[in-house]
């Protein structure tokens, strides 16, 4: 296929009450330019319409393997597909994936599919949880398909608890993240993983603080990634624009640096891995007014601001390290934005940074107008304590994500 073409992802849509979610997500995936065709099941075709589907896709929607029998529809449309995604997939259509049946055309589609298959589980936790589900998506798991981990929040009813679907736009992220060839393998299963994400906030009275362009978007990718590997995920976030959480994570939200230093480290003698990609304030005013300052007031405090350092989280975490409060084992993975100048580039900021740190891999950004902060894509280099310089290109902050994971796994190995 061309680069220029578009990728043809089918998406499946199964009987759940999730499935006004899929609209969204065809959206979603056509806005950015992907093939998208639609195949519900007949059941889930009682919560949405074909209409809408047909319309928001601009695809013919079928059910049964007996439409289009002259161009052997049920074979057609998984063989030509580049990625399958059903979502919502209920405990039944995994079942019945498990099973191997090929009885309507979604399942027909995935038996013939080559390409990847991601599945996204939603229903109730007593379900999820359930000894038959746990197995069905472990045996897929085995057979090389990817099965999401829900999202834990509001389901039918007043029940809360893992089960519930992710956002439409995660969903797309991690699909198209694969299609560029994020591994989601689930190998990461018993590690713990620490991850710091977002900015911090530094009051300067009970209304303004100082504070950084910082979204919390490639800590909260980095999270997404992880946990959908297996890992038992903890994310300490700053100001992170509201992102939805990431699905099989737990969030602790801080406020200020010395809050998130506080977290990180209760949090790391427990960890496998710690990732501190937040944007820590390196400092904080020496006082915080009671009230707002205002303007007007003859009060040299509001001309002059003076600041004291924050404490300094990853240098602190490696040096746990180093005196044996945190094991030896644990890798420890900082992030370096910076700014060249006249005789000095940002990388050479940043391979100073990593020697200054101690840490085992670095992620460096080159920042500023425009770049990395509140923006989709990133990119850099991914530097190691040995020296070792490896540019990572262009692409999604779930790419980067993966290629970050991928630099832990060729350490640890």
Not at 154 to 173: F, H, N, V, Y
Not at 224 to 236: D, K, N, P, Q, S
Not at 304 to 321: C, G, K, S, Y
């Amino acid at each position: 296929m061309s680069e220029n073409q578009p990728r043809r992802i089918v998406v499946g849509v199964s009987g759940g009450i999730a499935a006004y979610k899929a609209c969204h997500l065809v959206r979603d995936l056509k806005e950015a330019g992907d093939d998208v065709r639609v195949v519900p099941t007949p059941s889930a075709l009682n919560f949405v319409g074909a209409a809408t589907f047909e319309a928001l896709s601009g695809h013919p929607v079928s059910t049964t393997v007996f439409d289009a029998v002259d161009e052997v529809q049920h074979v057609r449309v998984g063989q030509e597909a580049d990625a399958v995604v059903i979502a919502p997939a209920t405990a039944d259509v995994m079942a019945r994936l498990v099973a191997g049946r090929a009885d309507d055309l979604l399942t027909a589609t995935v038996l013939v599919a080559t390409c990847p298959v991601i599945v996204v589980p939603a229903m109730h936790t007593e379900m999820w949880w359930n000894p038959a589900t746990q197995a069905n998506v472990a045996t897929l798991r085995e057979r090389g398909v990817i099965v999401l981990e829900p999202a834990h929040g509001r389901l039918t009813g007043k029940d809360t608890g893992p089960g519930r679907l992710p956002e439409p736009d995660q969903i797309a992220e991690l699909v198209r993240a694969v299609l560029d060839g994020a591994d989601l393998t689930p190998d990461w299963r018993g590690r713990k993983v620490l991850i710091t994400a977002g900015g911090t906030q530094e009051n300067l009275d009970p209304v303004r603080f100082l504070g950084n362009r910082s979204s919390g978007r490639q800590g909260f990718a980095l999270a997404e990634i992880a946990a959908h590997r297996g890992a038992e995920v903890t994310i300490v976030a700053g100001a992170t624009d509201d992102l939805p959480t990431p699905s099989g994570a737990r969030i602790h939200r801080v406020t200020s640096a010395r809050e998130m230093a506080g977290v990180v480290e209760k949090r790391a003698p427990e960890q496998d891995v710690i990732i501190m990609a937040a944007a820590v304030a390196d400092f904080r005013p020496v006082s915080e007014a009671g009230a707002k300052m205002k303007k007007g007031q003859d009060d040299a405090a509001l001309m002059t601001v003076e600041l004291v350092e924050n404490p300094d989280i990853l240098a602190t975490t490696v040096e746990q390290r180093r005196q044996g409060a945190v094991p030896v084992g644990t890798t420890i993975v900082g992030f370096a934005a910076e700014t060249g100048d006249a005789d000095t580039s940002a990388l050479e900021f940043a391979q100073a940074k990593l020697r200054r740190k101690g840490c085992d891999l670095l992620m460096a950004n080159e920042v500023g107008e425009g770049k990395v902060f509140g923006q989709a894509r990133n990119q850099g280099w991914l530097l190691g304590a040995d020296g070792s310089v490896e540019e990572v290109p262009d692409g999604s902050k779930h790419v980067v994500a993966a290629r970050i994971l991928a630099g832990v796994d060729k350490l640890r190995n």
